[in-house]
């Protein structure tokens, strides 16, 4: 079992946890790497799947939740994973979206999904000018601060990494074109949410 461990990833799961619908069955999450989350969302729902393209980092996520019954690990990518249509309850996808098609990532995850199921993501994305700058520098305080309270815990899993393309006004955008009604939120910690629920 990994013992938790906190980063800015790791620091919006509550956010993740707080979007999955009451009565959970199937959740999913895309880009799962060490499992960490998936071992949240299984004390939640019946059962979760993680998927991640990287065979190592699924190998870590399986050694780390054998204990678990509920769960599974699958190696592949997303965007070629044959998702049955309104099979999940629940999909989530932390720090993993700007590795993937925007657009055929979101949609892929909007289709897999039940009517009213539930939809988190927690991504990055970049600044596109002064404005974006000077809202960015507002989490270096609040970074140093989280990062003292929890430096007995702070941690960062050795997965593969990827710099965002998209500025936060195109995610916004991109995010409100695909899934209408969504909400989205610039966090402090440089990472946004992106919540929705699929209606019925
Ligand atoms: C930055 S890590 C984030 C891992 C984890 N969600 C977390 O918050 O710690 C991104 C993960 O996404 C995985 N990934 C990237 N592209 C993917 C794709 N197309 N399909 C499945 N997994 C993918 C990578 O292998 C990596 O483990």
Redesign the pocket.
């Given at each position: 079992m990994t013992a938790p461990y906190w980063?800015h990833?790791?620091h919006y799961h509550p956010v993740v946890l707080g979007a999955m619908p009451r009565g959970c069955r199937e959740a999913l999450?895309?880009?799962?790497?060490?499992g960490?989350?998936v071992r949240r969302l299984a004390l939640r729902a019946a059962h979760v799947t993680g998927?991640?393209?990287?065979p190592e980092?699924v190998e870590q996520a399986r050694a780390a939740n054998r204990d678990l019954g509920n769960v599974d690990f699958v190696v592949?990518?997303?965007?070629s994973?044959d998702l049955p249509p309104e099979s999940l309850d629940f999909v989530c996808?932390?720090?993993?979206l700007h590795?993937?098609d925007f657009a055929d990532?979101l949609t892929a995850m909007r289709d897999g999904l039940r009517p009213g199921g539930g939809l988190a993501v927690?991504g990055l994305a970049n600044n596109a000018g002064l404005r974006d700058l000077m809202r960015s520098a507002t989490g270096l305080p609040a970074h140093h601060a989280h990062r003292l309270r929890n430096r007995a815990i702070a941690g960062q899993?050795a997965?593969?990494?990827?710099n965002p393309d998209m500025t936060w006004a195109e995610v916004r955008a991109e995010a409100l074109r695909l899934l209408p009604g969504a909400r989205f939120r610039r966090h402090t910690l440089w990472r946004y949410s992106l919540i929705w629920r699929k209606p019925r």
């Open positions: 980063n990833n790791t999450d895309v880009g799962c790497g060490d960490l989350l998927i991640d393209r990287s980092m592949a990518d997303f965007l994973y996808c932390v720090a993993t590795h993937m990532a927690v899993p997965h593969p990494v990827a």
